[in-house]
C-alpha cells in the first residue's frame, strides 16, 4: 500500500527555521517525483517546490524562492523540506505528495495527512 | 488570485447533473494535462481526475473531465451527499515551471 507521511510541524517565531520530512513506503522511491504543496487555513491549494526521482531537478514556488530547500534522501524513502526565514504567510498546513512517474510534471496521485505549520510570535 | 479560475461555489440537488468550469492559460491548461482533485472536509486532497479525462482506479464513473483549448470542466452526475466537497484543477505550468492550481468550487449537495 502506498504511503506518505508528513512530520516536523510546529509553532515557530517569524525569521525562525523548520525541516519538514516526509516518509515513503509501498513503492519504489527514487522511481516517482515528489512534491510539496501547502494550505493555509480556509484557503486553497498551493503549490511550494517538487523534485524529480534522481533530485537532481528542482523547482519552487516564487514566494519560497531562496527560502525553503527541498532535498530527498533515496535510500532511506524520505522527502524534505527545509524552511528558513519563515513568515506569517507561510502558516499552512504542508503535504507531501507523490507524482505518478519520475518527472516533476506527473500528476500527484498519493497526498499524505499533512503536518501543520503555524508561524507566530 | 489563482492563477487557474473556478467558481467559488456550485449546488445542485441530490441525483442531478453539476459542472465546475476551470479556465487557464496556453503555459498551463493549453499545453499539459488537467488533474481534478477532490477534498473531503477536514481530509487530504485525493487525485480525481487525471490526464484530462481518465479516472484513477477506484474513482466512480459518476464523475467525468473534459478539455478544450485553455479552458477545463469536471463534470458528476447522480449527485450524491457525499459529494459535497471542495474540487481542485490542477495543471503544470510551463512558464512558471511549476503546478499552478484554482482556487478550489465548494460543493454544495441541496
Known amino acids: 500500500e502506498v504511503q506518505v507521511l508528513e512530520s516536523g510541524g510546529g509553532l515557530v517565531q517569524p525569521g525562525g527555521s523548520l525541516r519538514l520530512s516526509c516518509a515513503a513506503s509501498?513503492?519504489?522511491?527514487?522511481?516517482?517525483?515528489m512534491t510539496w504543496v501547502r494550505q493555509a487555513p480556509g484557503k486553497g491549494l498551493d503549490w511550494v517546490s517538487s523534485t524529480s526521482g534522481t533530485g537532481g531537478t528542482t523547482y519552487y514556488a516564487d514566494s519560497v524562492k531562496g527560502r525553503f530547500t527541498i532535498s530527498r534522501d533515496n535510500s532511506k524513502n524520505s522527502l524534505y523540506l527545509q524552511m528558513n526565514s519563515l513568515r506569517v504567510e507561510d502558516t499552512a498546513m504542508y503535504y507531501c505528495a507523490r507524482g505518478h512517474g519520475s518527472l516533476t510534471t506527473a500528476e500527484l496521485d498519493y497526498w499524505g495527512r499533512g503536518t501543520l505549520v503555524t508561524v507566530s510570535s | 488570485q489563482s492563477v487557474l479560475t473556478q467558481p467559488p461555489s456550485v449546488s445542485e440537488a441530490p441525483r442531478q447533473r453539476v459542472t465546475i468550469s476551470c479556465s487557464g492559460a496556453?503555459?498551463?491548461?493549453?499545453?499539459?494535462?488537467v488533474n481534478w482533485y477532490q477534498q473531503l472536509p477536514g481530509k487530504a486532497p485525493q487525485l480525481l481526475i487525471y490526464?484530462?479525462?481518465l479516472l484513477p482506479s477506484g474513482v466512480s464513473d459518476r464523475f467525468s473531465g473534459s478539455k478544450s483549448g485553455t479552458s477545463a470542466s469536471l463534470a458528476i452526475s447522480g449527485l450524491q451527499s457525499e459529494d459535497e466537497a471542495d474540487y481542485y484543477c490542477a495543471a503544470w505550468d510551463d512558464r512558471l515551471n511549476g503546478w499552478v492550481f484554482g482556487g478550489g468550487t465548494k460543493l454544495t449537495v441541496l
Open positions: 490526464d484530462d479525462a
Open positions: 496556453s503555459s498551463n491548461i493549453g499545453n499539459n494535462p
Open positions: 509501498g513503492f519504489t522511491f527514487f522511481s516517482h517525483a
